[in-house]
């Protein structure tokens, strides 16, 4: 606190406080419903992961295990949320949003999104920018801070939707330079790659395909596509889902990855489905958190070298 100034600490407190009342936080429900912000935000955290334990939920929203079991039961008996036994431990309760509560946590994005789009009209591009970048920095040195941990370096990365030139060369350099290194891939995944991309840029246009890119500066840092059309059958393909190297563990990966599942959710698509291989740990955790699970495993080399490839799924309602 000796490092940085009062009156600028007190400019943020005020700007902070402001901000809860002008989205509604003082009120006793929240986002047009009958809701208190607390029940909201689970509505919305467990439908973003597609499932959750209770205690996961409460670790999530930072509220006491007990307050936690309260809102869950209203929110059961409410129609929101289901609960279920663990296939594998029947210790486990996993908790997921019914159909019901799916109607309910898209009026609340709907809503929301159009409470912030409001807001963001009035401000040029490079304020948007500086707006989104800022407070996702700020969010993350406030996460660092209770956790005790040194708040990494954070630089006010956006995330922008849609092609911008140079992104077909960018996305295959992250995703040569990071798989010749991991897994010892060459030339034939690179231009594998390549070819994918530049085969989909010329459908992205089209409603059901889309692409998101995690800007650093003006430097493209990473990237995720949904492909909806290459599988048929109304199935979303997640793909070249990638982030720099320089990025990772700032949370930039969990905001594009959300970017694409919630496209995926709006376009309603039946299923989505990814194709990676055994060894990506920390994207598998990352996958399975919104919602995918194993679908099979089996040695392949469709990438150019032998691995045990992996198929992932994520139904919609799942």
């Known amino acids: 606190?000796?490092?940085?100034?009062?009156?600028?600490?007190?400019?943020?407190?005020?700007?902070?406080?402001?901000?809860?009342?002008?989205?509604?936080?003082?009120?006793?429900?929240?986002?047009?419903?009958?809701?208190?912000?607390?029940?909201?935000?689970?509505?919305?955290?467990?439908?973003?992961?597609?499932?959750?334990?209770?205690?996961?939920?409460?670790?999530?929203?930072?509220?006491?295990?007990?307050?936690?079991?309260?809102?869950?039961?209203?929110?059961?008996?409410?129609g929101e949320l289901k609960e279920s036994v663990d296939d594998a431990d029947g210790r486990i309760k996993w908790l997921a949003l019914t159909a019901h509560g799916r109607r309910t946590r898209a009026a609340i994005e709907s809503f929301a999104r159009k409470q912030v789009a409001a807001a963001l009209s009035r401000l040029a591009p490079a304020q948007q920018d500086e707006v989104a970048g800022g407070l996702a920095a700020y969010a993350a040195a406030l996460a660092s801070n209770r956790q005790g941990a040194q708040a990494p370096a954070t630089r006010p990365v956006r995330i922008e939707s849609g092609y911008r030139p140079g992104?077909?060369?960018?996305?295959?350099?992250?995703?040569?330079?990071?798989?010749?290194?991991?897994?010892?891939?060459?030339?034939?995944?690179?231009?594998?790659?390549?070819a994918g991309l530049a085969d989909f840029a010329g459908r992205l246009e089209r409603p059901d395909n889309g692409l998101w890119l995690a800007m650093d500066g003006e430097r493209i840092a990473g990237s995720v596509a949904i492909d909806g059309e290459d599988l048929g059958g109304n199935q979303a393909h997640l793909r070249w889902f990638i982030v720099d190297d320089s990025l990772r563990g700032t949370g930039v990966g969990r905001r594009l990855l959300e970017q694409a599942v919630g496209f995926?959710?709006?376009?309603?698509?039946?299923?989505?489905?990814?194709?990676?291989f055994r060894g990506l740990d920390a994207a598998r955790r990352l996958y399975e958190a919104y919602g995918f699970v194993l679908a099979e495993e089996f040695a392949g080399q469709q990438w150019g070298a032998q691995v045990l490839e992996q198929r992932f799924v994520r139904t919609a309602g799942g």
């Open 1 to 78: 606190m000796d490092q940085v100034d009062i009156p600028f600490i007190d400019q943020i407190r005020a700007a902070s406080r402001q901000i809860v009342r002008e989205l509604g936080f003082m009120q006793s429900t929240l986002a047009a419903t009958r809701y208190p912000p607390s029940a909201v935000h689970a509505i919305l955290e467990v439908g973003a992961r597609r499932r959750m334990t209770a205690g996961q939920l409460a670790d999530c929203l930072r509220l006491e295990k007990s307050s936690v079991s309260r809102m869950v039961r209203k929110l059961i008996d409410a």
């Open 167 to 194: 992104a077909i060369g960018a996305i295959v350099d992250m995703h040569a330079r990071f798989y010749a290194r991991h897994s010892g891939f060459g030339a034939f995944f690179e231009s594998k790659v390549a």
């Open 264 to 276: 995926c959710d709006e376009r309603q698509f039946a299923a989505t489905q990814l194709w990676t």
